[in-house]
Every structure is written in C-alpha cells, then in structure tokens.
C-alpha cells in the first residue's frame, strides 16, 4: 500500500480508514446475490492506518480485522514540513512573487 504521497504531498496527516468487506456482509435479499457467492470470503481486507506529513506510519496498516486505530499527532509537524518543502511553490512568497492586473 503506497498511500504515504499522500501525506507528503499535502504536508498533512493522512488518516486511511478502510473497510473490512466479508461475503457473508452481503444481504441475502441482494438483487444479484447468486455473484456473492463467486466472491473470496474476505472481499476486502481494510488497511487502515496514520500517517504523519513526512511519510512515516504512525500506525501501521491494519489488516483482516475490524479495529479502531489511535495515535498522537504533533499539530506542529504539518508547519514545519510546509517550511521545508513549500509545495506550493514560490507563490507562497511575496518577497519572490508580486501579481498586478493591468486593467486597461
């Protein structure tokens, strides 16, 4: 699971929350119902996890089961990251980058 971009790209928290689908989850009252049957017994296995704004799990990828997942997060991480590496650019700076609209 490559979800890590994420959070490195957006210099935030990255909070995955997958499902847990089983076959036996599907109503039996399902208008095609006869294909649940073709499906595996874990149809999908979750992967629920946290991710801090360099990439780095803060919990790992929960798999196959049904959890709640907690982690303390440092509010000051996402700043300091932005600081680093401005994804945004040069037009986060004014002492670089000055718009005028020429209305004529």
């Known amino acids: ?17 997958d ?9 039996s009252d ?3 119902y006869n294909i649940v ?3 595996p017994g874990l149809v999908c296995r979750g ?7 360099y990439g780095h ?5 929960v798999w196959d089961k049904e959890t709640i ?5 440092d509010m000051n991480l996402p700043a300091a ?8 650019g040069h037009y986060a700076r004014p002492d670089v980058l000055e718009l005028k609209v020429n209305e004529k």
Not at 47 to 53: F, L
Not at 69 to 73: G, M, S, V
């Open 69 to 73: 997942i907690y982690a303390e997060l």
């Open 81 to 88: 990251c932005k600081m680093e590496h401005d994804a945004i």
């Open 19 to 27: 499902m847990i689908i089983r076959r036996s989850s599907y109503p």
């Open 37 to 39: 049957s073709e499906l």
């Open 57 to 61: 799990y803060l919990t790992k990828p």
């Open 1 to 17: 699971m490559k979800v890590q971009h994420i959070a490195i790209e957006g210099k935030c928290f990255f909070i995955n929350a």
């Open 30 to 32: 399902l208008q095609e």
């Open 47 to 53: 992967g629920s996890c946290i991710i801090d704004p």
